[in-house]
């Protein structure tokens, strides 16, 4: 089991890329903090957990919650050994339709939120020499034109990944990040039928997008996790990988 005896906390866990995540974890035998904003999602998914996980509701847009969470989960397990900062406001804006309260709201949730929750749980992933993973998107390199604020909140979590990585690497705790492309989650098919996709639009992605045929699944970036939490990848901290089906920098797109 490749994160026995491990503590993890995982927010936006219940749902999507986190509760793939949980899971994948949970199966390596780790014990998980569940955090959420969905109570009857959340505690579905816990009662499948065989006991190993504990739900802890909070909104990220409150100041108090990253510390919250982590004495939640200290209460629960008594330790962290990871935190992984998943959740994220995937909030559509422009340069026109922007404004300062939006940006703000945005910034909280997916900057904010993953700094105080780093902060609040360092001393026991120091104690424990634990890591840190967030989950960013390739749109930390430039992003869509209609998810301006979003493309800079990743941005702006990709440095906070590396400058924490080079600050904290004497206390042995490790920080790694990935930014994740087009996945396939419940909320992505959703909002393409919001779009007016057809209800198979899945299997009508272009090939310039899913050079594979399919796009990401949730439980293909959970097996990348895995590895960043756990001990196989030590000493290795302050990676940023690239989690897409092409290259991100320079791509020129393969005309089929």
Same mark, same amino acid.
């Given at each position: 089991?490749?994160?026995?005896?491990?503590?993890?906390?995982? =927010?936006?866990?219940?749902?999507?890329?986190?509760?793939?995540?949980?899971?994948?974890?949970?199966?390596?035998?780790?014990?998980?903090?569940?955090?959420?904003?969905? $109570?009857?999602?959340?505690?579905?998914?816990?009662?499948?957990?065989?006991?190993?996980?504990?739900?802890?509701?909070?909104?990220?847009?409150?100041?108090?919650?990253?510390?919250?969470?982590?004495?939640?989960?200290? +209460?629960?397990?008594?330790?962290?050994?990871?935190?992984?900062?998943?959740? +994220?406001?995937?909030?559509?804006? =422009?340069?026109?339709? =922007?404004?300062?309260?939006?940006?703000?709201?945005?910034?909280?949730?997916?900057?904010?939120?993953?700094?105080?929750?780093? &902060?609040?749980?360092?001393?026991?992933?120091?104690?424990?020499?634990?890591?840190?993973?967030?989950?960013?998107?390739?749109?930390?390199?430039?992003?869509?034109? *209609?998810?301006?604020?979003?493309?800079?909140? /990743?941005?702006?979590?990709?440095?906070?990944?590396?400058?924490?990585?080079?600050?904290?690497?004497?206390?042995?705790?490790?920080?790694?990040?990935?930014?994740?492309?087009?996945?396939?989650?419940?909320?992505?098919?959703?909002?393409?039928?919001?779009?007016?996709? *057809?209800?198979?639009?899945?299997? &009508?992605?272009?090939?310039?997008?899913?050079?594979?045929?399919?796009?990401? $699944?949730?439980?293909?970036?959970?097996?990348?996790?895995?590895?960043?939490?756990?001990?196989?990848?030590?000493?290795?901290?302050?990676?940023?990988?690239?989690?897409?089906?092409?290259?991100?920098?320079?791509?020129?797109?393969? /005309?089929?």
């Amino acid at each position: 089991m490749r994160l026995e005896n491990k503590v993890i906390v995982v =927010t936006g866990g219940t749902s999507g890329i986190g509760r793939a995540i949980v899971e994948r974890c949970i199966a390596e035998d780790a014990r998980v903090l569940v955090h959420g904003l969905d $109570r009857e999602a959340g505690e579905a998914l816990v009662r499948t957990l065989d006991g190993r996980a504990v739900l802890f509701l909070a909104d990220l847009a409150d100041a108090e919650s990253p510390r919250q969470i982590v004495a939640a989960a200290l +209460a629960a397990f008594g330790r962290i050994d990871g935190l992984v900062n998943n959740a +994220a406001k995937v909030a559509r804006s =422009t340069l026109t339709t =922007t404004d300062a309260a939006f940006f703000d709201g945005v910034m909280a949730v997916n900057v904010r939120a993953p700094l105080l929750l780093i &902060q609040a749980a360092w001393a026991s992933l120091k104690e424990h020499r634990g890591s840190v993973l967030n989950i960013g998107s390739v749109n930390a390199y430039s992003g869509e034109p *209609t998810l301006l604020d979003y493309s800079v909140s /990743k941005g702006a979590l990709m440095t906070l990944s590396r400058n924490l990585a080079n600050a904290g690497g004497l206390d042995g705790v490790r920080v790694n990040h990935l930014n994740v492309g087009w996945v396939l989650t419940q909320r992505e098919y959703a909002h393409q039928i919001e779009l007016g996709q *057809t209800t198979d639009w899945p299997e &009508q992605v272009p090939s310039s997008y899913a050079p594979s045929g399919r796009l990401i $699944r949730p439980e293909e970036i959970a097996a990348a996790a895995v590895y960043w939490l756990g001990d196989e990848s030590r000493p290795i901290s302050g990676s940023v990988v690239e989690l897409e089906q092409y290259p991100i920098i320079g791509r020129n797109p393969v /005309k089929s």
